[in-house]
């Protein structure tokens, strides 16, 4: 809220809180900026110079103008995000106080019912990441040309790698810039404020797609635990809604990001309907009752992201979504109405069931997850490149030996999913597993009636995208994996019923 439409206690209160961020902390981070930003201003100063000498030296005042960009850019950008995060903070206090029993409107855009999606940013870092990159890599591979020349071993690759990934990421950037250009900026209004945990999230997405009768809109609702630093430190000093500055490190761990959880849906066109700027497509999803909510400490973040494929560029569109525990929520172990779905089978399957002579089967057939398969694949091959040049320049035997290890592993993982298979076959005395991988198999057999439930586990994740596991419970007995990798979670909820119900027959 801009100040000038404030009350004036509040107004007040808003300046006040501006005057309480600590100072110490916005202090030490200029001192830390400032040393980028001199380097940034004296390198632009003497690229300037010699370009303006007689004769101009453009090769020496290019790589100078080179480095005043890299560090000047990262200083003066850091001194924008410290203002920028302080003046965004005193405005998060003001909600803060305003609806201290509501975090769902501790934000602007949340407390307004309207989010806008993410292009914008995405565009801003896609731009300077690449341009970062390529300020590196480019001025490096020109340098080192004359030896690339002479040399055609793997080091000269090694070195043209990087300037080749710049313009993967050039690429990347105009796509970027062209889908932004074309659709604008999205907004999600919200029904549901907020998306209640073990009930709905509920909304539309306002487009500028026109002609909308052929956009199928793929959603999908998110769940992530990000990326988060732990440390034993002391002498922590914060500042607006920038990263502490912690003092006297002792130890630090860093988590990878994952999925929590994940749901998605298709709406066809059919269902889409005319907003005041383009298509609005509805959004309505049912979450569980044992779902984490957002939390902004821990790192949890709800995030839905709306994808449709259209001629020329793509739609894609990413918002940043409040769910909550609030009144509306069940008691924990009751599911909740809007969160128990009946398990219907999917519009597209990757698991055959299918009667035999014996009673039914569940077969998982070798490589039904061809897109992550492939980009295992492509992993592969690059870490195995890392490998061989290992040998090649002769490296520490540790190097050879560890990064071959996980080349093996990584392999075996790729054969796995592109060869292997299982199935189920539930009989009306047993229920026998099968496992099978290039030719040779494995088999295991329950009695019917020693099986105590079926259960879905937490698989691969690739990307953003989360596998689940199907697994048989034997009772007294150790849990045994059926089925890997299901993609959709709705198709691995419907064939656990589906061998539930042939189970108790």
Known sequence: MPPQLMHREDYLLYNRKKMKTPKAGVGLMVLFTLPFCAVGGVTAVMAFQEATSSPA????????LIFALLF?????????????????????????????????MWRP??????????????????????AFWNLVSFPLAVLQFPEILRDEGPVALLVLMFPLVGLFLLIGSIRATLRWKKFGESNLELQTLPGVIGDQLQGTIHTRIKGFQEADFRLELICVLRAQSHS???????????????????????????????ATIRVDAATLSQGYQGAACPVSFAIPADCRPTDSTQGVVWRLNAAASLPGVDYNSTFEVPVF??????????????????HAPPEKKSVVVRPTGEGTQFFFPAARNKVAALGLTAFVILWSGVVVFLFFVDAPLLFQVVFSGFDLIFILAVLSMWFGASSVVVTPE??????????????K??????????????????GRTLYYNIELIPQGGKAVTV???????????????EIEKAIRG
């Open 57 to 64: 030296q453009w090769g020496e005042a290019g790589f100078l």
């Open 72 to 104: 000047g850019g990262a200083g003066f950008g850091m001194l924008f995000l410290v203002f920028s995060g302080q003046k965004k903070q005193a405005q998060v206090e003001l909600l803060k106080r305003n609806h201290p029993d509501a975090p769902w």
């Open 109 to 130: 855009e949340w407390a307004g019912g309207r989010i806008l999606c993410s292009t914008r940013q995405t565009v801003l870092v896609a731009w300077v990441f690449t």
């Open 232 to 262: 034993a430190r002391s002498g922590s000093i914060s500042f607006g809604s920038a990263p502490k500055i912690q003092l006297k490190k002792t130890s630090n761990r860093r988590d990878m990001e994952k999925i929590l959880w994940q």
């Open 325 to 342: 525990k609030t009144e509306a929520s069940p008691a924990p172990g009751q599911a909740g109405e809007a969160a128990v779905r009946d």
């Open 430 to 443: 047993s229920v026998r597993v099968t496992h099978r991988f290039l030719g040779f198999g494995k088999v």
């Open 445 to 462: 057999e329950f009695p019917r009636g020693d099986i105590s439930g079926v259960e879905i586990k937490r698989g691969m994740q690739s």
């Open 483 to 497: 089925g890997r990798n299901v993609k959709n979670k709705r198709e691995a909820e419907w064939v656990v019923s």
